[in-house]
């Protein structure tokens, strides 16, 4: 009877329709009431300045919580670990061993397993490395990361805006405007080397047990941090640093920054953060070095992190790039050249003249994309630039559609059909030019003016951030 009940609550915790979960063990509370009823407990607990000790655990491994972190991971998308599990997989899996993980869990005797690691490439080159957890360590470190979010959210700094709830890089930049406005015009641009890579897990964990007196949970937060990395065939052990690309990281990372941000509050400077690069702004280029001195030693005697020098520069605001947008002296926002260079690189890859996919395959691929640039960059004041870029893709496309048709008698069938003169059409599809030049012709904008890329539902820039602007 009692293995039945187990396995109702395991299946509970992968369906669409919320039950009543039950419990799997005498020993773990459960927590299923509400989300709200969460973070309500967890709250009360905060504001009455105490670290909740034996009932943290209970939280994590709560069949609401659990149930929570698997759909998020499931959101994600990520791909398997070294276990080769999909995500997909999981819920048979957990059907099987739930019981035993969570026991394991709540006893303190789970061991995680490595992480895998590999290596994307950066916008600006190098490499970036990222370190990919099994499903079902993804699922823990989510499940723990739900529950300490709420205790750490109000202790953040206001001026700290990567990797929090409610919080994106667009509050970051209107903050970093704000103080170009009011005369700071001089910024230090701080970039900390291979910050993820460096954490130190002594004052990491005396950070978090400050906070936090469930000793079991710390205990698998420590191994989380020292699981080891799988490279090449080997497993080696870590010694400092946090895994980039898990769950939890991005709290961690925040938690161990916070006493840099509480430092720079204290002695009263303009700032926004954002994950591990910030930038301090000041009103003159003497009293920038002196901040960077000083603020550069804070951080490798205090923190026991590594400033990269080479990137980290005082400069004027206009010289430098903040996530993406460049502020300019009357502290309006520009886009950066390297991300519309980045933005019109991604474009050329999906509008390709030899790719063997349909005109609504092109579109469809562009559209997110387009949407989604549009989204982060619209803050910027250069209505002029959507415009050109917008004409730009259109010419793209224009180009491709045309190189569809293949032959001549094809292109003049097309431009005839789009309306063209006869005459008109057979001049572009005898027309010795390249497919480029050809897609610039009076012809081909005819055929395939604004109007038609309505009706092909193609993303407008320019519409879209006059939409915003009026």
Known sequence: MKRQQVIAYQMDLFTEQRKNAICPSDNCKDVHQTKAGQEKQINKERKQGRALTEELMTIVCSSSNLKQAY????????VAGIDQMPTGKYADWFIQNGELLITELLQGNYQPQAVKQVEIPKTKGGTRKLGIPTVTDRIIQQAIAQVLTPIYELEFSEFSYGFRPRRRAQMALKQASEYVLEGREVVVDMDMKSFFDEVNHDRLMYQLSTKIADKTLLRLIRKYLQSGILLGGLISQRLKGTPQ???????????????LDKELEKRGHC???YADDFSIYVRSAKAGERVKTSISSFITKKLKLKVNEQKSVVCETDKTVLLGYTILKDGNLIIAKENVSRFK????????????????????????????????FKLTKRKGLFKELDAWIRRKLRC?????????????????????EVWQAWIIALSGKGWWRKSGSPQVHQAMNNFWFREQKLFNLSLNYKKLNY
């Open 345 to 376: 690189a991604s474009i050329r890859k999906i509008t390709k003249r030899n790719r063997g996919v349909s005109f609504e395959q092109i579109i469809s691929e562009l559209n997110p994309k387009l949407r989604g640039w549009f989204e982060y």
């Open 400 to 420: 491709f559609q045309i190189k569809q048709t293949k032959r001549t008698i094809g292109l003049q069938r097309f431009l005839k059909k789009q309306g063209v």
């Open 245 to 259: 690309g898990s769950p939890l990281s991005p709290l961690l990372s925040n938690i161990v920054l916070d006493e």
């Open 71 to 78: 759909k998020q991971v499931k959101r994600n998308k990520g």
């Open 271 to 273: 700032f926004v953060r």
